[in-house]
Nanobody, 124 residues
Framework: VHLVESGGGSVQAGGSLRLSCTAS????????MGWFRQAPGKEREGVAT???????MYAASVKGRFTISRDNARNTVYLQMNSLKPEDTAIYYC???????????????????WGQGTQVTVAS
């Protein structure tokens, strides 16, 4: 399975970007999909997740600004990022894990499939 991210780029603080992650087949519909990010010199952190049956979770640092959504017909999951801040600068990764995995959503080790990442840079 390949996860392919797109939509990264450079934006001014306060701006918006929408990341997309497309998978093959009906993968998105049957898996828990997540977004992670890693800034230079920092550990990877969970940003948001969307369970296969709908519920979403967010990191406290992005709650109210970011929205994760999925379009199962397009096999795509999105991350709408509004009110971007310089501290949101990072490489963003799409990830997927089994829908039956009950570990904490932000545990990167619980995800089996990863995209190649897309750079998001927010200028002050």
């Amino acid at each position: 399975v390949h996860l392919v991210e797109s939509g990264g780029g450079s934006v001014q603080a306060g701006g918006s970007l929408r990341l997309s992650c497309t998978a093959s087949g009906s993968f998105v519909a049957t898996h828990c999909m997540g977004w992670f990010r890693q800034a230079p010199g920092k550990e990877r952190e969970g940003v948001a997740t969307a369970d296969s049956d709908g519920p979403t979770m967010y990191a406290a640092s992005v709650k109210g600004r970011f929205t994760i959504s999925r379009d199962n017909a397009r096999n795509t999951v999105y991350l709408q990022m509004n009110s971007l801040k310089p501290e949101d600068t990072a490489i963003y990764y799409c990830a997927a894990r089994s829908a039956t995995d009950n570990r904490e959503w932000w545990l990167g080790e619980s995800y089996n499939y990863w995209g190649q990442g897309t750079q998001v840079t927010v200028a002050s």
